[in-house]
């Protein structure tokens, strides 16, 4: 396999190194802790699943569905997002269904993608928004994933010393993995930016309504005014409506782009099943309280997670969105890299985390955390790293001792 030329331009995934690992672990006993995947554990709203039992089994909803989502789908997406962002989408050519973000993301590179084209994107970033174009035969330059005035030097370098010039810009904000939020008036700078360079915008807003502070609740890039001649959004169901696994999400922005997006899909899916389109459809127009009850969940388990954490000795930064604390590997172990201090949280502690190194090389002194453990989980997550971390200097060989740190 390793000669196929597609797979040869991808680098290897270390997620699965680390999963292998949990997977033996817990084959031989072990209670591990996952913090790694960002795989949310709470229930799907009762109502969306009560809808898609109630549609499952109708006439014709066992056939081929819509590929770029049924009508009412993508009507609701369009309400969504004037009800939230107060942007108006014609949902027949300004919304695409795609199978999750994921997936958008993946066909988007396809069909805008020519052999050896530049594609701007954040280190550290999700790994699809580069991987997609990689494997689209498409070339990566990094930019910084912080939203601030640096990206912009920093980007106007890529654009300037990439040939040939690129074509496109990636953003993700929520960001996973760094949790990093983008104000509108940086969304402002980046449509000026990308239009300046004349570059496509492409934006990842998959954790939108995973938030902590009501009064700012993140926006989005297609506020700005213009920036639909330029940008293509990337939304999900997985994370506001707990749906990961039903491979529900959308593209919205600019119609060209959405044309050839949607004729990519055409050729490949037949869209999702007609019944988990429905209960989708459902989760967009019902009511609300499921989002800011997942909200709650999710920011009590934040700050269970900084306050046991450290106590265990572990400074955990505060995110103020998304479902991820993106965190510095304590200084005697940084030295070991992400990969081989994940690998040693499960080895050690029966905790797994996500080592920053698989979100681009600009990761590697860091681990993404996910709550998705609950809170006493989260708390025994603690009370098993506190061990490790107070026995490591007899175990181990390789780190600093305690006493040394910061002499």
């Known amino acids: 396999m390793s000669d196929f030329h597609r797979i040869k331009r991808l680098p290897p995934y270390v997620f699965e190194q680390v999963n292998r690992i949990k997977a033996a672990a817990r084959a031989?006993?072990?209670?591990?802790?996952?913090?790694?995947?960002?795989?949310?554990?709470?229930?799907?709203?009762?109502?969306?699943?009560?809808?898609?039992?109630?549609t499952v089994g109708k006439p014709r909803t066992d056939r081929y569905s819509a590929s770029k989502g049924i009508a009412g789908l993508r009507r609701a997406q369009a309400g969504y997002y004037a009800r939230r962002f107060g942007v108006k989408l014609n949902p027949e050519t300004q919304v695409v269904a795609t199978l999750g973000s994921k997936e958008g993301f993946a066909n988007m590179a396809q069909a805008i993608t020519a052999p050896g084209d530049v594609v701007l994107v954040p280190n550290p970033s999700?790994?699809?928004?580069?991987?997609?174009?990689?494997?689209?035969?498409?070339?990566?330059?990094?930019?910084?994933?912080?939203?601030?005035?640096?990206f912009f030097s920093a980007a106007e370098r890529a654009v300037a010393h990439s040939i040939?010039?690129?074509?496109?810009?990636?953003?993700?904000?929520?960001?996973?993995?760094?949790?990093?939020?983008?104000?509108?008036?940086?969304?402002?700078?980046?449509?000026?930016?990308?239009?300046?360079?004349?570059?496509?915008?492409?934006?990842?807003?998959?954790?939108?309504?995973v938030f902590f502070d009501e009064k700012s609740p993140p926006p989005s890039v297609l506020e700005v005014p213009g920036a639909m001649d330029v940008a293509v959004e990337f939304t999900s169901m997985s994370k506001t409506f707990s749906m990961a696994g039903w491979r529900i999400g959308f593209a919205v922005g600019n119609e060209r782009l959405l044309a050839a997006l949607a004729r990519v899909k055409s050729y490949l899916d037949y869209g999702a099943f007609t019944p988990v389109?429905?209960?989708?459809?459902?989760?967009?127009?019902?009511?609300?309280?499921?989002?800011?009850?997942?909200r709650a969940t999710y920011r009590r388990r934040r700050d269970v997670l900084i306050e046991s954490f450290g106590k265990a000795g572990w400074h955990i930064p505060s995110p103020s969105a998304s479902m991820f604390a993106w965190v510095k590997i304590p200084e005697r172990f940084q030295g070991m890299g992400s990969l081989e201090f994940s690998k040693l949280l499960i080895e050690k502690a029966d905790v797994a985390v996500a080592p920053g190194i698989g979100f681009g090389e600009h990761g590697?002194?860091?681990?993404?955390?996910?709550?998705?453990?609950?809170?006493?989980?989260?708390?025994?997550?603690?009370?098993?790293?506190?061990?490790?971390?107070?026995?490591?200097?007899?175990?181990?060989?390789?780190?600093?001792?305690?006493?040394?740190?910061?002499?």
């Open 28 to 54: 031989g006993g072990a209670d591990i802790i996952d913090l790694g995947m960002g795989n949310p554990d709470l229930p799907a709203p009762q109502h969306v699943i009560d809808k898609l039992v109630e």
């Open 126 to 150: 999700y790994p699809i928004h580069a991987f997609g174009f990689l494997m689209a035969g498409g070339v990566i330059r990094s930019v910084p994933a912080e939203p601030s005035p640096d």
């Open 277 to 294: 389109q429905v209960a989708a459809t459902a989760a967009l127009n019902g009511p609300d309280d499921c989002i800011r009850e997942m």
């Open 164 to 209: 040939p010039r690129p074509i496109a810009l990636v953003v993700c904000y929520p960001s996973n993995p760094t949790a990093m939020v983008a104000s509108l008036d940086f969304y402002r700078d980046l449509v000026a930016f990308a239009k300046k360079h004349e570059l496509i915008l492409l934006s990842d807003l998959a954790y939108a309504e």
């Open 364 to 407: 590697d002194e860091y681990v993404r955390i996910a709550i998705v453990e609950n809170e006493q989980r989260i708390r025994q997550a603690a009370r098993n790293i506190r061990r490790f971390f107070e026995t490591a200097d007899q175990t181990l060989h390789n780190v600093v001792p305690l006493a040394r740190v910061g002499s």
